[in-house]
């Protein structure tokens, strides 16, 4: 079956960088979404076919592509940006990352 | 307000049933395909099943094949999850969800869930 791999987790100071990567062979081919999910809420859509931001969420929100790996990226990290995040695509069937964990430092 | 609000989840006993309902508003319901979406405690984000949108077509996850049953009421807008033979690894959260940028990807927006918990 389809499977999309996640780093489990991803540390950043305030204000840096804070990149997560999802990697699957039917990425080339298929659309990637990134889901932010804080304790105990349902998910957020934060990010749409692979780049699109939707209306609310953040510019330093933002999203690409290479090959069979898509990145969120996260720029001028915030404190309240620490959370859970997750990738979504669909090949036969629908499928999410194992998802990562963003802890802010 | 678009709201989806997933009603029906609680205890129940290995091989038991339960019926999930997820009652939408604020948007034309008949238009849209719908998911159901798991997350066992602690755990990740898990596809279950989908409906399209006059519930002709269904899919589901290998996990719940043959046990789950997804279908739908336009006329009532609420989306249902018929879930039989639970097992305690069916311990979950779990939402109902609107896919918006694509019939099976790019949710938008959940419910806030509804917590099932199998056990004896």
New interface residues.
């Given amino acids: 079956s389809y499977e999309l791999t996640q780093p489990p987790s991803v540390s950043v100071s305030p204000g840096q960088t804070a990149r997560i990567t999802c990697s699957g062979d039917a990425l080339p081919k298929q659309y990637a979404y990134w889901y932010q999910q804080k304790p105990g809420q349902a998910p957020v859509l934060v990010i749409y076919k692979d780049s699109e931001r939707p209306s609310g969420i953040p510019e330093r929100f933002s999203g690409s592509s290479s090959g069979t790996t898509v990145t969120l990226t996260i720029s001028g990290v915030q404190a309240e940006d620490e959370a859970d995040y997750y990738c979504q695509s669909a090949d036969s069937s629908v499928v999410f990352g194992g998802g990562t964990k963003l802890t802010v430092l | 307000e678009v709201q989806l609000v997933e009603s029906g989840g609680g205890l129940v006993q290995p091989g038991g049933s339960l019926r999930l309902s997820c009652a939408a508003s604020g948007f034309t319901f008949s238009s849209y395909w719908m998911?159901w979406?798991r997350q066992a405690p602690g755990k990740?984000?898990?596809?279950v099943s989908?409906i399209n949108s006059d519930g002709s077509s269904t899919?589901y996850?290998?996990s719940v094949k043959g046990r789950f049953t997804i279908s739908r009421d336009n006329a009532k807008n609420t989306l249902y999850l018929q879930m039989n033979s639970l097992r305690a690894e069916d311990t979950a959260v779990y939402?109902c969800a609107r896919a918006?940028?694509?019939i099976?990807?790019?949710?938008?927006r959940?419910?806030?869930?509804t917590l099932v918990t199998v056990s004896s």
């Fill in positions: 998911h979406v990740g984000l898990v596809w989908r899919s996850a290998d939402y918006d940028y694509d099976l990807t790019g949710y938008s959940w419910g806030q869930g």
